[in-house]
């Protein structure tokens, strides 16, 4: 019982708009961009890509915010993404090169519900097959900028 009451006492949850550390580092030590802030890490890591209106209203508790920010490490130094959108079989993937954008997660999971953490490795070579299959069935809202983000990640 007292085990149970250490726990709560310890993990005090804090406001999601508290988050503000800085994510430059973990942004080039993983080789990706689309995120900011650490709230939009957390946010992204959690299949969230756009700001939730009751954002004021949400918390986080200290290890989710850890696993979910700049604690977060990829699981595999393969490339992460698909195969039906990468081309690549189950058996011989290749090493990742960079990590997966914000924007490229999102189209991602658009294409085939699968989810891909911002920061998975990705290989280079696959982002045109990404692109390629996604311009065909996905039309973009945005301008120039975000295809160009899209392809090189920065």
Same mark, same amino acid.
């Given at each position: 019982?007292?085990?149970?009451?250490?726990?709560?006492?310890?993990c005090q949850v804090i406001p999601l708009v508290s988050c503000n550390k800085n994510?430059?580092?973990?942004?080039?030590?993983l080789k990706f961009s689309g995120c900011d $802030? &650490?709230?939009e890490l957390i946010l992204a890591r959690s299949a969230c890509f756009r700001?939730?209106?009751n954002i004021q209203e949400m918390t986080i508790c200290p290890l989710h915010r850890e696993r979910l920010g700049i604690g977060w490490r990829r699981s595999l130094r393969q490339c992460s993404v698909p195969e039906?959108?990468?081309?690549?079989d189950g058996t011989s993937k290749q090493k990742a090169e960079r990590g997966c954008t914000l924007l490229?997660?999102?189209?991602?999971?658009?294409? $085939? &519900?699968?989810?891909v953490p911002v920061g998975s490795g990705k290989q280079m070579f696959y982002v045109l097959n990404i692109s390629s299959i996604m311009l065909e069935s996905y039309r973009y809202?945005?301008?120039c900028n975000d295809l160009k983000h899209f392809y090189t990640g920065y």
């Amino acid at each position: 019982m007292d085990l149970i009451q250490d726990r709560k006492i310890s993990c005090q949850v804090i406001p999601l708009v508290s988050c503000n550390k800085n994510i430059t580092c973990h942004k080039k030590l993983l080789k990706f961009s689309g995120c900011d $802030t &650490e709230i939009e890490l957390i946010l992204a890591r959690s299949a969230c890509f756009r700001t939730p209106v009751n954002i004021q209203e949400m918390t986080i508790c200290p290890l989710h915010r850890e696993r979910l920010g700049i604690g977060w490490r990829r699981s595999l130094r393969q490339c992460s993404v698909p195969e039906e959108l990468s081309g690549h079989d189950g058996t011989s993937k290749q090493k990742a090169e960079r990590g997966c954008t914000l924007l490229q997660s999102k189209l991602i999971l658009e294409a $085939t &519900e699968k989810f891909v953490p911002v920061g998975s490795g990705k290989q280079m070579f696959y982002v045109l097959n990404i692109s390629s299959i996604m311009l065909e069935s996905y039309r973009y809202e945005s301008n120039c900028n975000d295809l160009k983000h899209f392809y090189t990640g920065y």
